[in-house]
């Protein structure tokens, strides 16, 4: 995706006021503000860092058993 896919909307007096974007384009925004927000705590950068490179875990399936969901 480009900036192309972005259409700018204009008031009267020619003052860009919103866009129009493609809903993908919105949700990788979206997702790269919400990373940008998390990495903030270093705390959380720490958390995220440590998770990404985790190679065990456990099934949604076993995560909502134990949760009681």
Known sequence: MS????QY???ESGNTVGVIALIDLWR???SERETAY????????????EAKDRQEGI?????CEKLGI
Request: glycine share 0%; aromatic share 0%.
């Open 38 to 49: 998390l990495l903030k705590s270093e705390n959380m950068k720490r958390r995220l860092l």
């Open 59 to 63: 099934t949604l399936d076993e995560a």
């Open 9 to 11: 909307i204009s008031d």
């Open 28 to 30: 990788e925004i979206e």
């Open 3 to 6: 900036l192309t896919d972005i």
